[in-house]
């Protein structure tokens, strides 16, 4: 299983990034996907948990209403779109597949198998 992020960069206030998990060797109709996202000198917090219930993607409190998450079956990637980004969003940002749910919304990471190195986001004011 190869998990591989894309699409991390720098960011003003306000502004968006969009970055993309591209997932291979494992089929996403059966395994859940999550984002998570690490500051410096911080644990590893969640982002969002895309469930294999259609429609049913979790997200953290602190982006609600901020980022989305889509997937594309045809490539089995996942989109990550970060919307009024702040400060705060600024991080290594993870995506993670190989748990069989989201929890009902208590994901965390020692739920998930595999992952990918990571793409830094960086958020000035």
């Known amino acids: 299983v190869q998990v591989v992020e894309s699409g991390g960069g720098l960011a003003y206030f306000g502004g968006s990034l969009r970055l993309s998990c591209s997932v291979s060797?494992?089929?996403?109709?059966?395994?859940?996907l999550a984002w998570f996202r690490q500051a410096p000198g911080k644990g590893r917090e969640r982002v969002t948990c895309?469930?294999?219930?259609?429609?049913?993607?979790y997200y953290a409190d602190s982006i609600q209403g901020r980022f989305t998450v889509s997937r594309v079956n045809a490539t089995n990637t996942v989109h990550l779109q970060m919307n009024r980004l702040v400060p705060e969003d600024t991080a290594v940002y993870y995506c993670?597949?190989?748990?069989?749910?989201?929890?009902?919304?208590?994901?965390?990471?020692?739920?998930?198998?595999?992952w990918g190195q990571g793409t830094q986001v960086t958020v000035s004011s």
């Open positions: 993670a597949t190989g748990a069989r749910t989201c929890y009902t919304g208590t994901w965390n990471p020692s739920d998930f198998r595999f």
């Open positions: 895309m469930s294999t219930e259609v429609g049913t993607t």
């Open positions: 060797g494992l089929n996403l109709d059966r395994y859940a």
